[in-house]
């Protein structure tokens, strides 16, 4: 499970700039973990249980590394 902060689009139009200091949002991704580098971690929530060697996933996210606050390793 990694937390991690995204940057949320503001409402269109003119506002007044003290009202914009809050556009974090904080999320909750759970996945396999099948690639991470200096910049990025990719996660697949989803597989496919093969027998041959290469892992199958779907609905993968590539989360920048500067934008995770926590890491947690999920236990069966």
């Known amino acids: 499970m990694i ?3 995204d940057s949320v689009l503001g409402f269109q139009g003119w ?3 003290k009202e914009n200091i809050e556009n974090i949002t ?4 759970v ?3 099948i690639y991470k580098d200096k910049e990025k971690t990719i996660l697949y929530p989803h597989i496919e249980d093969t027998k ?7 609905g ?3 989360i ?6 926590k890491i947690t390793i999920l236990k069966k």
């Not at 904080?26 to 991704?29: E, K």
């Not at 041959?52 to 779907?58: C, K, L, R, T």
């Not at 920048?64 to 606050?69: E, R, Y």
């Open 26 to 29: 904080r999320f909750l991704s």
């Open 3 to 5: 937390e991690w902060n």
């Open 64 to 69: 920048p590394n500067s934008a995770i606050k």
């Open 15 to 17: 506002k007044i700039a």
């Open 52 to 58: 041959e060697n290469d892992m199958v996933g779907s």
């Open 60 to 62: 993968d996210i590539t």
């Open 31 to 33: 996945g396999f973990l």
